[in-house]
């Protein structure tokens, strides 16, 4: 079952993280992989060189940056030309800022408007037509559990991420008939980078500790009191990823500890 060996993936925000996670866990089912991301140049070659070691997969590595359609572009036309065919898009590339909303710096809203949901709406506007052609492919976006409810001081996240969203079910209805599907997975708190800034910045904002924030903020959202770890996110992709996910279309699928239950 989930057979995806051979495929080809596309993951933005994938030098470290979910999306390292993410390239890893598909690189593990024989999926060749394109890393995308921002980092110390000597750890993303350590990063992709592993992949190929432990897997037997081609990894390679394209810098575009995620606030310059064309780069994006180009990111998409390079993974195509080398490998033939592009089967797994993952728009994962995401930045953080927490802040009141009158207090909230307008560069870090356009930012993270750009690089959370334009970014991905660039991604999926450069693989279709490829995709299309083919008669099959994969998008899944990286949502989040911000993508259905919102938290206070994440006013361009929680926006971004719903954009998210609405930008999945409007690009599943569009594809369907062509083999295709596009899918949005919701992740609660994984203790990844991001958050470990979140932590310190949900601290500064609310004047409490980090060890608080942790406790009563946090996770505070999940009732199972535990984060989420990357290798349940990998196993949902693969999932979306193979045939046996080709009516998984339009969905926001939650891996949340039961947080958006309520």
Not at 49 to 71: C, F, Q, T, W
Not at 125 to 146: D, F
Not at 189 to 212: C, F, H, N, W
Not at 218 to 233: C, D, H, M, R
Request: aromatic share 6%; hydrophobic share 45%.
């Amino acid at each position: 079952m989930f057979d995806i060996k051979n495929h080809v993936a596309v993951i933005t925000g994938s030098t470290s993280g979910i999306g390292l996670a993410m390239a890893r866990g598909l690189a593990s089912q024989g999926v060749s992989v394109v890393l995308n991301g921002l980092g110390d140049a000597d750890a993303i070659e350590q990063a992709r060189a592993s992949i190929e070691a432990e897997y037997g997969v081609r990894a390679l590595y394209h810098p575009a940056n995620m606030l310059k359609p064309d780069e994006i572009a180009d990111l998409i036309a390079t993974a195509h030309s080398e490998f033939g065919r592009l089967d797994i898009v993952v728009p994962n590339a995401g930045i953080q800022q927490v802040a009141p909303v009158d207090e909230f710096p307008i560069e870090k809203w356009d930012a993270i408007i750009a690089i959370n949901l334009t970014s991905a709406f660039h991604c999926i506007r450069a693989c279709v037509p490829i995709m299309k052609k083919q008669g099959r492919g994969r998008i899944v976006n990286l949502a989040s559990a911000h993508g259905l409810v919102a938290s206070p001081f994440k006013s361009a996240y929680v926006a971004a991420k719903h954009g998210v969203i609405g930008l999945t079910k409007t690009v599943a209805l569009e594809v369907a008939q062509h083999g295709l599907t596009c899918n949005a997975i919701c992740p609660g708190y994984v203790r990844t980078p991001l958050v470990e800034g979140q932590i310190a910045d949900t601290a500064k904002a609310r004047g409490m500790s980090e060890e608080d924030v942790m406790r009563n903020v946090i996770l505070a959202a999940q009732p199972t009191k535990k984060f989420v770890e990357y290798s349940q996110l990998v196993g949902m992709l693969v999932y979306l990823a193979s045939d046996e996910g080709g009516s998984v279309n339009g969905a926001s699928l939650t891996i949340d500890g039961g947080w958006t239950a309520s």
